[in-house]
Nanobody, 126 residues
Framework: QVQLVESGGGSVQAGGSLRLSCEVS???????VGWFRQAPGKEREGVAA????????RYADSVNGRFTISQDNAKNTLYLQMNTLKPEDTARYYC????????????????????WGQGTQVTVSS
């Protein structure tokens, strides 16, 4: 069974950077692993995703150019490098996985992801 554990969240000033990590219990190939975020009272939204072992990446328009998703070639770990953080990036960030690739038109659909981590909080102050 796939288990996901996020880490790396914290508090940072606007313009700062954080790197989130997602450790996965098994090796993955061809999975879509995505980062989602949710603030209190807000709907969950897809932030970024990558097809493991393939490298296709997807980004929300709101983070494109600031965030980078990547996979460590030697470890079952994925990262979300978050630069130029803004207060509106404040949310709890979740790592999620599904056993098929990150379709261009479907990667933001959280209902398609079977495995979810516990989340890590990111707070950006102005």
């Amino acid at each position: 069974q796939v288990q996901l554990v996020e880490s790396g969240g914290g508090s940072v000033q606007a313009g700062g950077s954080l790197r989130l990590s997602c450790e996965v219990s098994i090796s993955m190939y061809g999975y879509c692993v995505g980062w989602f975020r949710q603030a209190p009272g807000k709907e969950r939204e897809g932030v970024a995703a990558i097809t493991t072992g393939v490298g296709d990446t997807r980004y929300a328009d709101s983070v494109n150019g600031r965030f980078t998703i990547s996979q460590d070639n030697a470890k079952n770990t994925l990262y979300l490098q978050m630069n130029t953080l803004k207060p509106e990036d404040t949310a709890r960030y979740y790592c999620a996985a599904r056993a098929f690739d990150c379709g261009l038109d479907s990667w933001t659909r959280g209902s398609l992801y079977i495995y979810w981590g516990q989340g890590t909080q990111v707070t950006v102050s102005s």
